[in-house]
Every structure is written in structure tokens, then in C-alpha cells.
């Protein structure tokens, strides 16, 4: 997974879903080189950009609701669960924050470049 602070959804637009996430924390992780004083702040790290299964099960019931509510209810559901997801977002970016501070210059830019959106990565090839 490696992009900082991944919507909870994340996993369902990712090809290969959560498998693909894993490889790509394993390839930031070898590629950062922490040292071992850094493991505690990946761990926490790791925990807070997981796939949120209460933020998929939410969404879930909300897509499966709105056909059957009035417009407003609607518009009422969307922004809450849209405040919902604000305040997940919130907490996972405050997680990459707290991570990305534990690391080195060098470590950083590691961090950056592995963890562009797909598509966006400068690098030539």
C-alpha cells in the first residue's frame, strides 16, 4: 500500500487489493532500511493506514440504503458518512506524520518517492 495516509476504502481501488498493499509496504519497509529504533514508529504506522473494515462495512450499508431513503435522507447519509471519513483521514494522516518524523532526510525522500500515487512517479522508466 505504501501511498501516506489511504482513504479506508483504499483497498478497493488498489488492483489486487489488500495483497497488493502488503507487497507494497514490504517494498517501502526494505527500501526505508530502519533501523531498529525506528520499528516501533513503522508498526504504529502500519496499524493506522490498515484497510478499515469498520469504514467498508459503513460504506457498504450506505450504498445499500440510499436507493431506499428520500433525497434528503440521502444527502443527510452522504455527509455523514463523508464526516466519517474526514475524521479517518484525519487520524491516519496524523499516523504518517508522527511516522515520517521518526525518519531521516535520506529516509524521507525514500518515503516520498515510494509512496506517490500510482501514475504520478517522476522517476524515467
Not at 17 to 43: M, V
Request: glycine share 4%; proline share 10%.
Amino acid at each position: 500500500m505504501a501511498q501516506p495516509a489511504p482513504p479506508a476504502s483504499h483497498s478497493e481501488r488498489r488492483p489486487g487489493g489488500e495483497q497488493a498493499i502488503n507487497a507494497d509496504l514490504i517494498r517501502l519497509h526494505d527500501d526505508l532500511q530502519l533501523s531498529d529504533s525506528q520499528e516501533p514508529a513503522w508498526r504504529d504506522y502500519t496499524v493506522a493506514i490498515a484497510p478499515n473494515a469498520e469504514a467498508q462495512a459503513r460504506h457498504q450499508a450506505a450504498s445499500e440504503l440510499l436507493p431506499m431513503v428520500p433525497t434528503p435522507r440521502r444527502i443527510a447519509l452522504i455527509e455523514a458518512t463523508m464526516a466519517q471519513d474526514d475524521l479517518d483521514f484525519r487520524k491516519q494522516a496524523a499516523a504518517v506524520g508522527a511516522f515520517y518524523g521518526k525518519l531521516t532526510p535520506e529516509q524521507q525522500k525514500v518515503f516520498d518517492r515510494d509512496t506517490l500515487p500510482q501514475g504520478s512517479d517522476p522517476r524515467p522508466g
